[in-house]
């Protein structure tokens, strides 16, 4: 609810403009778009993420479109059929109650035709990509990845990027709930328990359980090479997997404990733990989920010297905190990266302040909120596809052997590819 008197109590204003199929495929749009933006601007930095992600070859360099212009392609073909949907919506329903859940057909139609976007064979609008997203995505949807030569990295992208995108994912699954219920309405007020008290948050955590399975994959790929190698080898003991598994798996409490007080008996005689003791235990799960992936984030996903030891922290042949080899125009960049990074993790903040904490529970928050994740996301993609491409390049080109292995800072006994 956002208060205004004007509108029907089931039904907020924000949704009366914006219902949430519509805040759905909006975020899905701008993910295209901002997918183009990240390859065009990585490719004037010379910056090959086709190579990176084993992007099959274009057959005809010279006619072909770039992997950007591709992207741009697609993105406005999605982009048309939005615009035309939401001024029909709009010019329909004229923000009357009755009428916006009268009208749900409209954005359950446009989610289809996101749908049959991906699914069709239209050669003008990357034919190639939207086949190698739909393999991708079948693989990396129950946590398997690629080997590298295969195109690890890209599933890794991949699968982190669903792990930002995993309350829209589960509005969708609110979204389709609502409308095949029997007397139910994709565009009345979201009823986040549809389905069951606990659906929502299973879905919410089946992301971070792809990345947890990935990892746990790559941690056992580790440790048969060593025992066929009957040593330890350049990748170590696998470490650094364990503790990138650790990393998603903090997640978990997050989101138990968030259904928790939803679901919290309004009975003091059936609770058996008070309010006050679930809040904070969400708020310290929220704090170690968010400092231990911010911390990744800029040691290991950038490998950024911020939290390394002050001499190498200090070290003369690159600015403080950063790294050697930067691709990047300025040092401001990277800082300004790191600051945003934490801020963006750190949003379930807003709960803590008696004048913000409503925020985080009305509807043009929590859209808000979830774009948000995703800007974050978008930002973290141009760094880390950076940080490969300079690991890349550093161990002797692309085409030396393993280079395209993640490979990451020291962590037990030795050096280990993960994300």
Not at 153 to 170: E, H, N, P, Q, R
Not at 202 to 229: G, T, W
Not at 327 to 333: C, D, E, M, R
């Amino acid at each position: 609810m956002d208060g205004d008197p004007a509108v029907e109590p089931e039904l907020d204003s924000f949704s009366l403009s914006l219902p949430l199929p519509y805040r759905i495929a909006l975020v899905i749009v701008l993910g295209v778009w901002g997918w183009g933006v990240n390859l065009h601007y990585l490719s004037t930095v010379k910056i090959d993420v086709a190579s990176l992600i084993k992007y099959p070859a274009r057959s005809s360099p010279r006619t072909d479109p770039s992997l950007h212009l591709s992207t741009y392609r697609l993105a406005t073909l999605l982009s048309i059929p939005l615009g035309l949907s939401l001024l029909l919506f709009w010019a329909v329903s004229h923000r009357d109650p009755t009428l916006v859940i009268h009208y749900d057909f409209l954005p359950i139609s446009y989610l289809g035709i996101i749908l049959a976007v991906f699914l069709l064979p239209l050669r003008r609008f990357a034919s190639a990509g939207r086949r190698r997203f739909l393999t991708t995505i079948r693989r990396v949807s129950i946590g398997g990845i690629a080997h590298a030569h295969e195109g690890k990295f890209g599933d890794i992208i991949l699968a982190d990027v669903l792990t930002s995108y995993a309350k829209i994912i589960a509005d969708l699954f609110v979204a389709l709930c609502m409308f095949f219920s029997r007397e139910g309405s994709a565009t009345k007020r979201p009823d986040r328990g549809c389905g069951g008290k606990y659906i929502v948050p299973i879905v919410i955590a089946i992301p971070s359980l792809i990345r947890f399975r990935q990892c746990m994959i790559e941690y056992f790929r580790v440790k048969d090479s060593n025992r066929r190698n009957g040593c330890i080898g350049s990748q170590g003991w696998g470490g650094q997997h364990l503790a990138n598994a650790l990393k998603y798996s903090t997640a978990f409490p997050v989101i138990i404990l968030a259904a928790m007080q939803r679901n919290l008996s309004p009975s003091p005689d059936e609770r058996g733990i008070t309010e006050a003791s679930l809040f904070r235990l969400w708020v310290l799960a929220a704090m170690i989920n968010s400092f231990y992936s911010f911390y990744w984030d800029v040691a290991k996903d950038w490998d950024l010297t911020l939290f390394s030891p002050a001499h190498e922290r200090n070290c003369p042949s690159h600015p403080f905190g950063l790294r050697p080899r930067l691709y990047f125009p300025h040092p401001n960049i990277y800082y300004i990266a790191i600051v945003t990074d934490l801020l963006l993790r750190c949003t379930w903040s807003l709960k803590l302040s008696s004048s913000l904490d409503h925020f985080a529970d009305i509807e043009s928050g929590i859209f808000f909120l979830g774009l948000l994740e995703v800007v974050r996301r978008w930002i973290w993609i141009f760094f880390r596809v950076e940080t490969e491409w300079v690991r890349g390049t550093s161990t002797g080109g692309l085409g030396s052997p393993g280079q395209n292995d993640v490979l990451l800072g020291d962590y037990g006994s030795g050096k280990e590819d993960d994300d």
